[in-house]
């Protein structure tokens, strides 16, 4: 570009009405000049100047050829085409509003979901190379995921070839006692190779070394800094009492730092050499990770773990493990993949639903504009000229409403992190970011461009004669087009009306299971004993009878029951078990759910026993071992006959059947029971009680729920003040539980109703089309003698006609499609028989709801005005 | 009327054009009569084309414009070559030759 053109340009832009004055003459001056050339060759003033004319083919569009040569004609245009734009769409406010809101609701919701996705499913773990961190685990018959033990652990370390680093990490609660009240926190014991294998250091302070291994020494996490040490940068160095003991703080983590999940407040170095570890080297509780050698491929970590984990297994360990990786991604996000991306594909048909339908808008609205394009040709403007004026107009829109749907977007997430519980605790990282914010730009733009682009095609056509005299009739083309469009709109509805009716009814299906067991009016209350205060078993077990004793006797407990581990609490104990007399098959021990409770957990939970008693306060310590199992044990090892005296053990004492139970769901509504063995707390061998028996779960009977839970509370810290008692409703417990379930079957509901309303608009706006089409022909009817009602039905039997078809279509995609439901639908087949009949049935009731409006229009029809009627 | 044989590129009809000035200063009829004479009667460019491609270069610098008095007295205005415009002239014509030859070459084989 020379000195000159950038001259030229700045001319052309600044002093437009100047240039355009000077063209003018210069192109009236060669007119003069011609006319006078060719009079001089003889012609008359009147036929030279005609002749100079006609050479000339045209003032303007010589001007305009002028014009389009010009520095900066481009960007001239595009200004000229947004202002006319921005003013016609300013003239017509019900239109440009509608467009711009169906697209916003349309592009938000995409945006939000897509910001999702994004941050779930495609960014990895943020940690750098984050592909090499590798999980491993083990599954057995009865447990699909199990961790390490530490001896399993020691022997892999040894022999791996393939990781660089592997690390351990091991969940465990801390009461901090001097800063504030006490409270219990999640914490993460760790091994120090930890940090290598996530390769992220404390943004504050350092991490462990090796040596520290066995130190109490301690990381916080941001939160918990940010929390309980007030944010301060001296926190370095400062003591902190943790279980009794003091802990020094060398380090703080990022604020990004989520490992393992949100919960875990602080790290604190372990090694295999410690005692938790080296006394129980066959405890499964090691969560191992570690990451890989640069380059190391699948088959090679593959091969590796098939070959260890018949290296690490001990022989006389006769249960069949089968040992896997999972990378870290795969691990925290596998389960969330599915529901994701069903989420998307709905929330990309909405989008196109709303495509469909501003398309639909714009091209009613550029019939009605036949006139102005007429008159636009006429004064020069080329066929592509006007095509982009149009799409400048469409664009403009997608644009405004691609910016509106940003906003809905940014709301959106708010509003959903307001209801994210621990369960969807992803939601937390979602962020609106660059990825994000590109994708919505180009949504928009691609939806400007899809819908503007037929409407401006078939706009700029046409026969512009006829419109210049008046004749606004539209062509056959374009109303069918518009039907094509609503065929589309009513079929994607129809297909996400479906899934998400499957999906509804999955929902209930899951809220209806029956937990076998009472959850209303429950209360429960939690405390965790911890070492420093309940070194042993005898001051726990006294605790625990104190305790129970105690609140027992508060006014509106109707009962009380203890147990360790609390359905839907989060925890369980899986063991192995022996039944006398029945030798499991080589290979694969029995493996049950431990549970030990307090006599009266039975009824008070609402568990019915099927078979002899309950647990009675003579089961103390010191009396013979019993337990109370459930009917899955009862009928897997004595289908013929009663369990009653029969013998199991899960330790080294036998124990005496007293009783059978029901059935409960423990961990998720929708999973199958396990087998659990009830125990008395006071049985279980002091050894193990150290592990399992810390955690006290009260569940209290009341019908004054309120007030007990204080009771309860006060009751327990009366006993000890330092104690850290978290008191819950069991129905809020199992409700937390199914909270993704209830989190997507929302979201696909709400953008069902979206796509509903969207798709009635649709249905609405070609019926009326359709009557305006006919005013003619329906004025004629009635003149003829056709009643109200002959009308009514006959537009109507064209609402029925479009709608079944659209639906009709939309059954047979969803038939298709509703298998990739599969996996996130509990309790109702993907094909559901009633789902497809009544959505379809309901959808055409619709239907004909939406066109009855217009329909009702077409009966008012005065017949001697519609004869007149163009 | 431009002769429907022989319509005219844009780049070929700039080149006309440049030549048609080296002479002296024309306005625009005048540049399209002198065209007419130099081509030997087989180009006469329309206003439509000629008015384009004489603002385009008055825009890169080829060309000065400039309102004066045609001979019968009348306004007009006036395009003179300047001396990029004549570099340009010059380049042009040594692309032109350079292409014809290998056309000519091209249609001889």
């Known amino acids: 570009m020379s000195l000159s053109t950038i001259r030229s340009l700045w001319r052309n832009l600044l002093r437009k009405g100047e240039i355009e004055r000077d063209l003018a003459d210069e192109v009236r001056s060669y007119v003069e000049l011609s006319t006078a050339q060719k009079m001089k060759a003889g012609l008359s003033e009147t036929e030279a100047r005609r002749a100079a004319l006609v050479e000339l083919e045209g003032v303007e569009q010589v001007k305009e050829q002028v014009r389009e040569a010009r520095a900066g004609y481009r960007f001239e245009v595009l200004l000229q ?32 979901i897509f910001a999702i996705v994004n941050s779930v499913l495609l ?39 393939v990781f660089e680093t592997l690390s351990f990490v091991v ?35 350092r991490s462990f070394t090796e040596s520290e291994a066995n130190e109490h020494v301690v990381v916080l996490s941001h939160n918990l800094w940010r929390d309980k040490f007030g944010a301060r940068t001296d926190v370095l160095g400062q003591s902190v009492t943790m279980n009794g003991e003091a802990y020094t703080v060398i380090g703080v983590m990022p604020e990004t730092f989520a490992f393992e999940a949100p919960d875990a407040k602080l790290f604190v170095p372990a090694s295999l050499a410690s005692p938790i570890f080296a006394q129980h080297p066959d405890a499964h509780f090691l969560r191992v990770i570690g990451r890989l050698k640069a380059g190391v491929a699948r088959q090679q970590l593959d091969a590796e773990v098939n070959l260890l984990g018949t290296r690490v297994d001990d022989p006389d360990d006769t249960a069949s493990r089968r040992y896997f990786a999972l990378g870290l991604k795969e691990l925290t996000t596998g389960e969330l993949r599915t529901p994701l991306l069903v989420l998307l594909s709905a929330v990309g048909f909405l989008l196109l639903i709303a495509c469909a339908n501003v398309a639909n808008l714009t091209l009613a609205r550029s019939s009605a504009r036949q006139s102005e394009m007429a008159i636009r040709a006429a004064l020069g403007a080329s066929r592509p000229r006007l095509i982009a004026q149009l799409l400048t107009e469409s664009i403009l829109l997608a644009s405004l409403g691609g910016a509106a749907g940003l906003a809905i977007a940014v709301w959106g997430l708010d509003l959903l992190r307001s209801f994210a519980t621990q369960n969807v605790h992803e939601l937390l990282r979602v962020r609106i970011d660059i990825p994000t914010l590109l994708f919505a730009f180009t949504v928009s733009a691609l939806a400007g461009t899809l819908f503007g682009l037929g409407p401006a095609f078939s706009g700029s056509r046409g026969n512009f004669q006829g419109a210049l005299k008046g004749a606004t009739r539209s062509t056959n083309a374009a109303g069918r087009t518009r039907q094509i469009l609503v065929f589309a709109e009513i079929a994607i509805a129809a297909v996400l009306l479906i899934c998400s009716a499957l999906m509804m009814r ?73 039944v006398e007399g029945q030798t499991p098959p080589a290979g694969a021990d029995y493996s049950a759910q431990i549970r030990p409770v307090s006599p009266g957990y039975f009824t008070t939970l609402g568990i019915p026993l099927k078979n002899g008693n309950d647990f009675t306060e003579r089961d103390n310590e010191n009396a013979p071992g019993v337990a109370v199992v459930n009917e ?48 008395p707390y006071p049985q279980v061998p002091p050894a193990v009680m150290q592990f399992v028996g810390r955690d006290l779960n009260y569940v209290v009977r009341s019908s004054t729920p ?98 079944t078809a659209g639906i009709a279509a939309g059954m047979v995609a969803a038939f298709f499609l509703s298998r990739f439901l599969a996996s996130i639908l509990f309790g109702i087949r993907t094909h559901d028989p009633l789902t497809f009949v009544a959505v379809p049935f309901a959808l055409v009731v619709v239907a004909l709801i939406a066109g009855y409006i217009p329909a009702r229009r077409a009966t008012r029809v005065d017949p001697v005005t519609s004869l007149r009627y163009e | 009327m431009s002769d429907k044989k022989s319509d005219l590129l844009q780049g070929t009809l700039d080149l006309l054009v440049l030549k048609a000035l080296v002479a002296q200063p024309l306005h625009g009829l005048g540049v399209a009569t002198r065209v007419n004479q ?37 306004r007009a205005k006036f395009y003179r070559l300047t001396r990029a415009g004549r570099r340009q002239l010059e380049a042009e014509t040594r692309d032109w030759q350079r292409v014809s030859l290998g056309i000519a070459a091209a249609l001889r084989a």
């Open chain 1, 123 to 161: 960014e990895g773990p943020p940690y750098p190379e984050a592909e090499r961190i590798v999980t491993l685990w083990q599954r057995i018959p009865q447990e699909p995921r199990v961790s390490f033990s530490p001896k399993e652990f020691a022997e892999w370390q040894k022999q791996t070839q």
């Open chain 1, 632 to 679: 899955l044990v009862a009928q897997r090892f004595w289908p013929n006959e009663s369990p009653i005296g029969k013998r199991i053990r899960y330790d080294k004492e036998w124990l005496s059947i007293v009783g059978v139970c029901g059935n409960i769901k423990h961990a998720k509504l929708d999973a199958e029971s396990d087998m659990e063995i009830y125990v």
């Open chain 1, 171 to 205: 969940g465990t609660g801390f009461t901090i006692s001097d800063r504030g009240d006490p409270e219990l926190v999640i914490g993460r014991l760790v091994t120090p190779a930890m940090f290598q294998v996530l390769r992220t250091n404390p943004s504050l302070g």
């Open chain 1, 81 to 112: 085409d947004l202002r006319f734009a921005f003013r016609t769409l300013r003239k017509a406010p019900a239109f440009s509003s509608t467009v711009v809101l169906v697209l916003a609701l349309g592009i938000g919701s995409t945006t939000l």
């Open chain 1, 706 to 803: 309120g007030a007990v839970s204080s009771e309860v509370r006060n009751a327990i810290r009366a006993l000890d003040p330092q104690a850290v008692v978290k008191v819950n409703t069991m129905e809020a417990l199992i409700r937390e539980s199914t909270a993704q379930p209830r989190f997507r079957t929302w979201l696909i509901a709400i953008f069902s109703a979206f796509a509903l309303t969207l798709a009635c608009l649709g249905i609405y706006g070609v019926i009326a089309y359709l009557v305006t089409q006919r005013y003619k022909e329906i004025g004629i009817r009635l003149a003829l003698g056709a009643t109200r009602a002959n009308i009514l039905q006959l537009i109507l039997g064209r609402t029925f006609k479009l709608a």
């Open chain 1, 506 to 578: 999955s929902f209930a299906a899951l809220m209806g299971v029956d937990p076998g067991f009472r959850p209303a009016d429950l209360v429960t209350a939690n405390l965790v004993m911890t070492k420093e205060r309940y070194a042993a078993a005898p001051t726990m077990i006294q605790f625990y009878r104190t305790s129970l004793d105690n609140v027992r006797k508060l006014p509106g407990v109707e009962a009380v029951g203890v147990v360790t581990h609390l359905p839907f609490g989060g925890n369980d104990w899986g063991n192995s078990f022996d």
């Open chain 2, 38 to 74: 130099i081509t030997n009667g087989t180009f006469h460019p329309k206003p439509g084309s000629l008015f384009p491609s004489l603002h385009r270069m008055e825009e890169a610098g080829w060309l000065n414009a400039e309102w004066g008095e045609s001979e019968n007295n009348r």
